[in-house]
């Protein structure tokens, strides 16, 4: 079991800051994949950004260049800078753990951002 304990939403203008965090506890592989998946009222929900314990990230092309994941591998923690947010980045945001020794997935109760025009 992995549990999944997210941070940092709130409501911010446009154009402004805010930085998520997810901290892991409980049975954490050596070996994992974190991540921030994001989720609007009536659409689906969204990959944002992830990364590997040896730091490889993959974004979603409508956040490059304004949103930065790292990871705190000593305390299986992940973090998400968003900057220069605008009113579609508005969304429950969503911490992701999947292990490698065997195949699991676990997700955060979410985080709501919004952001203002």
């Known amino acids: 079991q992995v549990q999944l304990a997210e941070s940092g939403g709130g409501l911010v203008q446009a154009g402004g800051s805010l930085r998520l965090s997810c901290a892991a506890s409980?049975?954490?592989?050596?070996?994992?994949?974190m991540g921030w998946y994001r989720q609007a009222p009536g659409k689906q929900r969204e990959l944002v950004a992830v990364?590997?314990?040896?730091?490889?990230?993959n974004y979603a092309d409508s956040v490059k260049g304004r949103f930065t994941i790292s990871r705190d591998n000593a305390k299986n923690t992940v973090y998400l800078q968003m900057n220069s947010l605008k009113p579609e980045d508005t969304a429950v945001y969503y911490c992701?753990?999947?292990?490698?020794?065997?195949?699991?997935?676990?997700w955060g109760q979410g985080t709501q951002v919004t952001v203002s025009s």
């Open positions: 992701r753990y999947s292990g490698s020794v065997v195949y699991s997935a676990y």
């Open positions: 409980g049975s954490i592989d050596s070996s994992n994949v």
């Open positions: 990364i590997t314990t040896g730091g490889s990230a």
